[in-house]
Protein backbone atom coordinates (compact mmCIF):
# COMPACT_ATOMS: atom_id res chain seq x y z
CA UNK A 1 0.00 0.00 0.00
CA UNK A 2 1.13 3.23 -0.81
CA UNK A 3 1.11 6.41 0.99
CA UNK A 4 -0.03 9.02 -1.14
CA UNK A 5 -0.43 12.64 -0.29
CA UNK A 6 -3.76 13.94 -1.62
CA UNK A 7 -3.95 17.65 -1.64
CA UNK A 8 -6.73 19.83 -2.93
CA UNK A 9 -5.98 23.71 -3.77
CA UNK A 10 -7.03 26.53 -5.50
CA UNK A 11 -5.96 28.38 -7.84
CA UNK A 12 -6.08 30.73 -10.93
CA UNK A 13 -5.57 29.95 -14.26
CA UNK A 14 -1.84 30.45 -15.38
CA UNK A 15 -1.14 31.89 -11.95
CA UNK A 16 0.77 29.32 -10.09
CA UNK A 17 3.54 30.90 -8.66
CA UNK A 18 6.52 28.67 -6.42
CA UNK A 19 6.81 31.53 -4.28
CA UNK A 20 4.77 31.40 -0.86
CA UNK A 21 2.05 30.41 -0.17
CA UNK A 22 1.81 27.24 -2.74
CA UNK A 23 5.91 27.16 -2.84
CA UNK A 24 5.69 26.68 0.98
CA UNK A 25 3.08 24.27 1.29
CA UNK A 26 4.40 21.87 -1.91
CA UNK A 27 7.95 22.57 -0.77
CA UNK A 28 7.22 21.13 3.29
CA UNK A 29 6.25 17.92 1.32
CA UNK A 30 9.20 17.95 -0.65
CA UNK A 31 7.65 18.86 -4.24
CA UNK A 32 9.46 20.81 -7.03
CA UNK A 33 7.83 23.78 -6.61
CA UNK A 34 9.14 25.10 -10.58
CA UNK A 35 7.85 21.89 -12.04
CA UNK A 36 4.47 22.17 -10.52
CA UNK A 37 3.83 25.66 -11.26
CA UNK A 38 5.14 25.40 -14.91
CA UNK A 39 3.00 22.15 -15.62
CA UNK A 40 -0.05 24.01 -13.93
CA UNK A 41 0.43 27.39 -16.04
CA UNK A 42 1.07 25.34 -19.47
CA UNK A 43 -1.75 23.66 -19.02
CA UNK A 44 -4.50 25.90 -18.43
CA UNK A 45 -2.95 28.89 -20.32
CA UNK A 46 -5.68 29.18 -22.47
CA UNK A 47 -8.24 29.71 -20.31
CA UNK A 48 -8.87 33.34 -18.53
CA UNK A 49 -6.76 34.40 -15.67
CA UNK A 50 -9.63 35.08 -13.56
CA UNK A 51 -10.85 31.63 -13.35
CA UNK A 52 -10.22 30.50 -9.57
CA UNK A 53 -9.51 26.20 -10.23
CA UNK A 54 -9.84 23.37 -7.73
CA UNK A 55 -6.90 21.37 -8.29
CA UNK A 56 -6.55 18.17 -7.38
CA UNK A 57 -2.71 16.88 -6.43
CA UNK A 58 -1.02 13.68 -5.43
CA UNK A 59 1.83 13.45 -4.52
CA UNK A 60 3.52 9.82 -4.35
CA UNK A 61 6.25 8.74 -1.94
CA UNK A 62 8.76 9.35 -4.35
CA UNK A 63 7.70 12.69 -4.50
CA UNK A 64 6.55 12.87 -7.98
CA UNK A 65 2.57 14.22 -8.79
CA UNK A 66 -0.33 14.55 -10.64
CA UNK A 67 -2.64 17.07 -11.00
CA UNK A 68 -6.16 17.34 -12.15
CA UNK A 69 -8.32 20.66 -12.82
CA UNK A 70 -12.10 20.41 -11.70
CA UNK A 71 -13.87 22.98 -13.99
CA UNK A 72 -15.69 25.82 -13.21
CA UNK A 73 -19.33 25.23 -12.89
CA UNK A 74 -21.53 27.67 -16.10
CA UNK A 75 -23.34 29.69 -13.55
CA UNK A 76 -19.80 30.53 -11.67
CA UNK A 77 -18.43 31.83 -15.26
CA UNK A 78 -21.14 33.23 -15.69
CA UNK A 79 -21.26 35.13 -12.81
CA UNK A 80 -18.03 36.16 -13.91
CA UNK A 81 -18.06 37.38 -17.41
CA UNK A 82 -21.50 39.52 -16.51
CA UNK A 83 -21.56 42.84 -17.20
CA UNK A 84 -24.48 45.39 -15.62
CA UNK A 85 -25.48 48.26 -17.89
CA UNK A 86 -28.04 51.03 -16.23
CA UNK A 87 -30.76 51.64 -19.00
CA UNK A 88 -33.40 54.86 -18.87
CA UNK A 89 -36.86 53.67 -19.45
CA UNK A 90 -39.88 56.29 -21.53
CA UNK A 91 -41.21 56.94 -18.03
CA UNK A 92 -37.21 57.87 -16.42
CA UNK A 93 -36.75 55.22 -14.22
CA UNK A 94 -33.51 53.32 -14.59
CA UNK A 95 -33.32 49.29 -14.36
CA UNK A 96 -30.39 47.70 -14.22
CA UNK A 97 -30.02 44.61 -17.45
CA UNK A 98 -27.46 41.97 -17.10
CA UNK A 99 -25.45 41.15 -20.18
CA UNK A 100 -22.65 38.87 -21.53
CA UNK A 101 -20.97 39.89 -24.66
CA UNK A 102 -21.35 37.42 -27.49
CA UNK A 103 -17.74 36.74 -27.78
CA UNK A 104 -17.04 35.73 -24.40
CA UNK A 105 -20.40 33.32 -24.62
CA UNK A 106 -18.39 31.49 -28.07
CA UNK A 107 -15.10 31.27 -25.79
CA UNK A 108 -17.16 29.79 -23.06
CA UNK A 109 -19.16 27.44 -25.24
CA UNK A 110 -15.70 26.13 -26.53
CA UNK A 111 -14.16 25.68 -22.82
CA UNK A 112 -17.35 23.68 -21.63
CA UNK A 113 -18.17 21.75 -24.11
CA UNK A 114 -15.45 21.07 -26.48
CA UNK A 115 -16.44 18.09 -27.94
CA UNK A 116 -20.25 19.64 -29.19
CA UNK A 117 -20.86 21.06 -32.52
CA UNK A 118 -20.57 25.10 -32.16
CA UNK A 119 -24.22 26.24 -32.43
CA UNK A 120 -25.28 23.47 -30.25
CA UNK A 121 -23.11 24.23 -27.30
CA UNK A 122 -23.92 28.25 -27.62
CA UNK A 123 -27.56 27.20 -27.66
CA UNK A 124 -26.88 25.72 -24.48
CA UNK A 125 -25.57 28.62 -22.37
CA UNK A 126 -28.29 30.57 -24.41
CA UNK A 127 -30.54 28.90 -23.02
CA UNK A 128 -29.03 29.54 -19.16
CA UNK A 129 -28.66 33.16 -20.13
CA UNK A 130 -32.28 33.09 -21.11
CA UNK A 131 -33.62 31.76 -17.64
CA UNK A 132 -31.30 33.70 -15.53
CA UNK A 133 -32.75 37.18 -17.47
CA UNK A 134 -29.45 38.05 -18.69
CA UNK A 135 -28.87 39.24 -22.06
CA UNK A 136 -26.41 39.37 -24.85
CA UNK A 137 -24.94 41.98 -26.38
CA UNK A 138 -23.59 41.50 -29.96
Known amino acids: MTNNIRLT ?32 NEYTKELPLYF ?16 SVEQPSIGFIISLLKKEEKIKKK ?11 FE ?16 RSINIIKGILYSSKIKIKI
Do not use: H, M, R, W
Open 9 to 40: IYIKAGQAESGPPLGTILGNIGVQTVKFCKEF
Open 52 to 67: LLKVKIIINETKNFTF
Open 91 to 101: DGTEIIVYYIA
Open 104 to 119: DIVKLAKFKFPLYNLN
